[in-house]
């Protein structure tokens, strides 16, 4: 089974095997619900700001460290650009990735997110642009719910941007933060008669 966290931030001030330990223990309580006793495959893919690059600090770090971090995590390299493995010795099963991305702001002051590109787009491009942009690269483009920035001219444009736009390897994007009590975002419902999928994350504040 595969579990995916598609919309990560390693916060400034939080310590990498604090978010690991975090990571796991969740990917563990739905996996357990789903697939008790066989091994799992985990990925967090990141979605950094534009003055944030952790993934190139955890590639170089998987690039000379000789041993486990705090916590039992070793960051090891994969065969591609843009992913890492994460190991924990008392976790050996288990298989837990984590792909580079980007969070880009566009001039409508809408987010989208490129999911497993170590590519950067700039920000303050119109929203077709900045999608365009990201589907430029092999990742993903994802349109992530946001409090307050689906509301209005702005929900508007992204609910009509939806209607015409290509679905290949564009998503829409919910995450934890949302009360479930809160009505379904039109742009979800707009998406989802377009064959635009759903891929949610957990988008944790600082």
């Not at 916060?11 to 799992?40: M, Y």
């Not at 929203?127 to 483009?141: D, H, R």
Request: charged residues 20%; aromatic residues 8%; proline residues 8%.
């Amino acid at each position: 089974m595969i579990y995916v966290d598609a919309h990560v931030h390693i916060q400034e001030h939080f310590a990498l095997d604090r978010l690991l330990a975090s990571a796991r223990r969740n990917f563990s309580r739905q996996h357990h619900l789903t697939s008790p006793g066989r091994p799992g495959t985990f990925f967090l893919l990141l979605t950094e700001a534009k003055n944030c690059d952790r993934f190139s600090d955890l590639k170089k770090q998987a690039e000379t460290a000789s041993g486990p971090s705090p916590g039992g995590w070793r960051i090891t390299a994969t065969a591609e650009q843009e992913s890492l493995l994460a190991v924990c010795d008392d976790w050996p099963e288990n298989r837990l990735f984590i792909l580079a991305g980007r969070q880009i702001v566009t001039a409508e002051r809408l987010e989208v997110l490129a999911l497993a590109t170590a590519a950067k787009v700039a920000d303050h491009l119109p929203l077709p642009e900045t999608v365009a942009e990201v589907l430029k690269q092999p990742g993903l483009a994802v349109l992530p719910w946001g409090a307050g920035k689906w509301l209005g001219k702005r929900g508007q444009r992204v609910s009509a941007f939806l209607r015409t736009a290509d679905p290949d390897r564009l998503f829409v994007g919910d995450n934890g933060g949302r009360p479930a009590f809160w009505p379904t975002p039109r742009p979800f419902i707009t998406a989802a008669g377009r064959g635009i999928r759903l891929l949610p994350g957990s988008d944790p504040l600082p």
